[in-house]
């Protein structure tokens, strides 16, 4: 079956600190893979996609790379905030759409 | 993308009552999903609700304890009935807003605490 696997947190950073969030998965097929970013108290917040292997998805200084090869999804910033604290999820989602299997969530706290 | 809003945002209530969720899309939307978010942990799809036809459930969970509905295009509710303390959670509606879009945008969540 489908699955997504992250590295566990929590993850504890200094400001300007490279970051870098492990993710792998099983999947049937070709699925689209994201990662959503949860502040706390609030809801998910789509951070970045990519759709096919290769594919480099971006935002807000974040990128992660689509790796059939190793079927892996890892999010990484070259320096972090500490706005940047937050739970971040990776997931995949199956051709067609439907249902988003997500991983279990990595926590990121960055001091001052 | 899609603007989404929940009501209510946050509720306490009382073991064996029942609380109804609305989620509301400013855009038309074919698919809404139901998400639980349990204390500390990731999330889990409770069913898809296709405006027309009945939701589909996943497995473990059921109709008679989170009924949905989906009159038209904008809008679903979910039900969490009975309730005990196991159902605190976050409640999270999402939407795909069209066939190629391929992704899921979510509401800010309803956060319910049973005593």
């Known amino acids: 079956g489908n699955s997504v696997t992250q590295m566990e947190g929590p993850v504890t950073l200094s400001e300007e600190a490279f970051l870098t969030i492990n993710c792998t998965y099983t999947?049937?097929?070709?699925?689209?893979l994201f990662w959503y970013v949860q502040y706390p108290g609030e809801g998910l917040q789509l951070l970045l996609k990519?759709?096919?292997?290769?594919d480099k998805g971006s935002n807000k200084g974040f990128e992660a790379t689509y790796r059939k090869e190793t079927t892996s999804f890892h999010l990484e910033k070259g320096s972090v905030q500490v706005s940047d604290s937050a739970v971040y999820f990776c997931?995949?989602?199956?051709?067609?759409?439907?249902?988003?299997?997500f991983g279990q969530g990595t926590e990121l706290s960055v001091k001052p | 993308s899609a603007v989404i809003s929940q009501k209510p945002s946050r509720d306490i209530c009382q073991r064996g009552t029942s609380l109804t969720i609305q989620c509301q899309v400013d855009?038309?939307?074919?698919?809404m999903f139901w998400y639980r978010q349990q204390p500390g942990q990731s999330l889990t799809l409770i069913a898809t609700?296709?405006?027309?036809?009945?939701?589909?459930?996943e497995s473990g969970f059921v109709i008679d304890k989170f009924p949905i509905s989906r009159p038209n295009l904008t809008f679903s509710t979910l039900t969490v009935s009975n309730m005990s303390p196991e159902d605190s959670s976050i409640y999270l509606c999402?939407?795909?807003?069209?066939?190629?879009?391929?992704?899921?945008?979510f509401g800010p969540g309803t956060r319910l605490t049973v005593l």
């Open positions: 990519a759709t096919k292997a290769d």
């Open positions: 609700a296709n405006q027309g036809s009945e939701a589909t459930y």
């Open positions: 855009s038309q939307v074919t698919m």
């Open positions: 997931a995949l989602l199956n051709r067609g759409g439907g249902k988003l299997i």
């Open positions: 999402s939407v795909e807003p069209g066939r190629s879009t391929d992704t899921q945008y």
């Open positions: 999947a049937t097929g070709y699925p689209s």
